[in-house]
C-alpha cells in the first residue's frame, strides 16, 4: 500500500522555482515529522527539510533561504516551494514521514520520489 505520494517535480530553468507536493495516506492514525531528502546521481540522500507535527521547521544550509516547507493539515499534505533553483538541486526529491498505522508501532515510511531537473 502506498502511503506517501510526491508530485510536481519536473525540469526547471536555472533561477526558477517548482513545489513538490507529499499526500499522506488518510490510514495514518497521526504523523510525528514530515521531512523531504534528495538524492542525486552518485551522492548519498540527504535532508532537505523537516516539519514537525507542532510546525518546527528545519532547513539543510545548503536550501536556507530558499526552499519554504510548509503543511495544509486539512489536505494531509506537505510542500516544499522550492525557489532560486541551482543546477546542483537537480536529483529524486523523496518525501519521508514518521507515522503510525491503526495496529503497528510508529515507522518511517517513504515515497517513491519525483524527479527535480534544474537546467538550461
Known amino acids: 500500500q502506498v502511503h506517501l505520494v510526491e508530485s510536481g517535480g519536473g525540469l526547471v530553468q536555472p533561477g526558477g522555482s517548482l513545489r513538490l507536493s507529499c499526500a499522506a495516506s488518510?490510514?495514518?492514525?497521526?504523523?510525528?515529522?514530515v521531512g523531504w531528502y534528495r538524492r542525486a546521481p552518485g551522492k548519498q540522500r540527504e535532508l532537505v527539510a523537516i516539519?514537525?507535527?507542532?510546525?518546527?521547521?528545519n532547513y539543510a544550509d545548503f536550501v536556507k533561504g530558499r526552499f519554504t516547507i510548509s503543511r495544509d493539515n486539512a489536505k494531509n499534505t506537505v510542500y516544499l516551494q522550492m525557489n532560486s533553483l541551482k543546477p546542483e538541486d537537480t536529483a529524486v526529491y523523496l518525501c519521508?514521514?514518521?507515522?503510525?498505522?491503526?495496529?503497528?508501532?510508529?515507522?518511517?515510511?517513504w515515497g517513491q520520489g519525483t524527479q527535480v531537473t534544474v537546467s538550461s
Open positions: 516539519i514537525t507535527n507542532g510546525g518546527s521547521t
Open positions: 519521508n514521514a514518521e507515522a503510525k498505522l491503526r495496529g503497528y508501532p510508529w515507522e518511517g515510511y
Open positions: 488518510r490510514s495514518f492514525l497521526s504523523i510525528n515529522y
